[in-house]
Nanobody, 123 residues
Framework: QVQLVESGGGLVQPGGSLRLSCVAS????????IGWFRQAPGKEREGVSC????????YYADSVKGRFSISRDNAKNTVDLQMNSLKPEDTATYYC????????????????WGQGTQVTVSS
């Protein structure tokens, strides 16, 4: 069956870095745009970034532009999110998901989601 499994979350100090990884299985992920979303307690879910199946289209929310970088390795069915210069406001549960729209001004989640990985930025 379709699975998306995230890893790489943790506790990091402000200014630090983390690399999240999403491993896809059960479908031909290389044809599918994958996105990263996050949700903090009491806040709406936010589309953080996405990458097209071929990796030629990337989207970043304004809140992370210049600090986060998304990449994928279709040979390994992975999509990574490199997060640098982390801020306390980046604290959230991060999810990878298939997308129905990736690029332009937004990312829209599709059908399949991972279970999430917690990122906490605190001193």
């Amino acid at each position: 069956q379709v699975q998306l499994v995230e890893s790489g979350g943790g506790l990091v100090q402000p200014g630090g870095s983390l690399r999240l990884s999403c491993v896809a299985s059960g479908f031909a992920s290389r044809y599918v745009a994958i996105g990263w979303f996050r949700q903090a307690p009491g806040k709406e879910r936010e589309g953080v970034s996405c990458i097209s199946g071929r990796g030629d289209i990337r989207y970043y929310a304004d809140s992370v532009k210049g600090r986060f970088s998304i990449s994928r390795d279709n040979a390994k069915n992975t999509v990574d999110l490199q997060m640098n210069s982390l801020k306390p406001e980046d604290t959230a549960t991060y999810y990878c998901a298939t997308t129905s729209r990736c690029g332009g001004e937004s990312v829209v989640a599709g059908t399949y989601w991972g279970q999430g990985t917690q990122v906490t930025v605190s001193s």
